[in-house]
């Protein structure tokens, strides 16, 4: 009888331990899928600012826009590269209306000596009308031609 009562645990046992490898083989997987799927729902998440970023940063197509990046919750570093990038686009947008003010400024500087060096040649140029051509007149023909060019 000792024998009989060892062998019916060992049967048991055996079929617990093939229910259980059954059960595993089918547990895993699905186990596998759904921390799968929940790492990339919040991969996806903690992206999402950095696409919002990148969309309005490639709708932003010269420095004359006003838009601005939008701002990102949170202190992370992710809200910190949003408020550094707004921050040189707005550096950006100073300084290219500075260099926008210096070439009017210098191009409103540079016309009115060149359109007084241009009358002065035209006055020149009236005065020796009368004259046969001179040295002196294809000089100032071709100083009136470079004048022109320059306006």
Known sequence: MVARTAAAPTAVSSASAAAGVSALGIAAPMLVAMVAGAGWVAIRAALRPVDLLTRETA?????????????????????????????????????????????????????????????????????LADAEYTETEQSLLAARTQVVRLT
């Open 59 to 127: 709708m932003i197509s010269s420095l004359d826009s006003p838009k601005r990046l939008p701002a990102v919750a949170g202190g992370d570093e992710i809200a910190r590269l949003a408020t550094t990038l707004d921050d040189m686009l707005g550096r950006l947008r100073v300084s290219f209306d500075r260099e926008r003010a210096f070439v009017d400024d210098a191009s409103h500087e540079l016309r009115t000596p060149i359109a007084v060096l241009r009358g002065d040649i035209d006055l020149a140029l009236a005065a």
